[in-house]
Nanobody, 124 residues
Framework: EVQLVDSGGGLVQAGGSLRLSCAASGFTFDDYVIGWFRQAPGKEREGVSCINSSDGATYSADSVKGRFTISSDNAKNTVYLQMNNLKPEDTAVYYC?????????????????WGQGTQVTVSS
């Protein structure tokens, strides 16, 4: 059974940091692109960052470049999203997702499997 378990969200003040984790099981981790998306109330789900587990190539949205870093521990089948200098506009539910053929990593429909989501709230 394919499973993605995302965790690490919480409440933090502006300027603070959080590290999200996405633990994967039930598929060959190295064959997948793992992405992080977020969805704020009343807004569409947007791509934040992703990593190709086979070669380590990454993509990040302009809104998080220089603040968020995605990394992968293939031995643990886990992807991390280190989020620094958080801003109130980063408040959202964050989801990790996995896909095998991902040509446009910022589009949700490119991914096959999804985690349950973890809430990130940044207070001003």
């Amino acid at each position: 059974e394919v499973q993605l378990v995302d965790s690490g969200g919480g409440l933090v003040q502006a300027g603070g940091s959080l590290r999200l984790s996405c633990a994967a099981s039930g598929f060959t981790f190295d064959d997948y692109v793992i992405g992080w998306f977020r969805q704020a109330p009343g807004k569409e789900r947007e791509g934040v960052s992703c990593i190709n587990s086979s070669d380590g190539a990454t993509y990040s949205a302009d809104s998080v470049k220089g603040r968020f870093t995605i990394s992968s521990d293939n031995a643990k089948n886990t992807v991390y999203l280190q989020m620094n200098n958080l801003k109130p506009e980063d408040t959202a539910v964050y989801y990790c997702a996995a896909g095998t053929v991902v040509s446009r990593p910022y589009l949700p429909y490119e991914y096959d499997y999804w985690g349950q989501g973890t809430q990130v709230t940044v207070s001003s």
